[in-house]
């Protein structure tokens, strides 16, 4: 119920345990509570695949403008000594071009902007159709679909009552 369990989905790694970033992950679902107001556990659910998605999307977006405004050569200099002293002989993993890391930043944050979109629509959806509705004391009621014909429902022991 507090959000710890699908803030901890992201950080697999040491380095991506951090404070700040719970932090930031807890506010942004802690705000679609607010004002979502899930009724149930499965609004809920959606709810932290909103949060997720949408602080996927923000890293994303956030790599792809640092892939895009840096320096990469700078970057893979580091990278490639690191990874090299890492390997101790063993087998390196191909490297992509700075182009096409950029490119991937960039499906990765519209995947997770989707991902976001989708879940919103299906969070709005399951509250518009799942409504219930209650008539006490009907004299007349009418009913219509969206364009169809309208259908008039009235009670009969009333109506032969009053007359």
Not at 8 to 28: H, N
Not at 53 to 69: K, M, N, P, Q
Not at 122 to 141: A, E, F, K
Request: hydrophobic letters at 35%; a positive charge; aromatic letters at 10%.
């Amino acid at each position: 119920m507090s959000g710890h369990r699908v803030a901890r989905v992201s950080e697999t790694g040491d380095w991506q345990r951090e404070p700040w970033k719970r932090a930031r992950f807890l506010a942004i679902r802690d705000g679609f509570v607010e004002q979502w107001k899930p009724s149930g556990a499965i609004e809920l659910a959606m709810i932290d695949t909103m949060a997720q998605a949408h602080s996927e999307y923000l890293y994303w977006s956030e790599e792809t403008h640092r892939r895009s405004t840096t320096d990469m050569k700078f970057s893979q200099e580091l990278d490639e000594e690191r990874y090299y002293k890492g390997a101790k002989g063993n087998w390196i993993p191909p490297r992509v071009g700075e182009q096409n890391a950029i490119e991937h930043a960039m499906q990765m944050m519209d995947r997770y902007n989707r991902l976001f979109l989708r879940t919103l629509r299906q969070l709005r959806d399951l509250r518009r159709y799942s409504t219930p509705i209650t008539i006490n004391n009907p004299q007349q009621v009418n009913i219509a679909a969206d364009g169809g014909k309208q259908v008039n429902v009235a009670d009969a022991e009333r109506q032969t009552d009053s007359r």
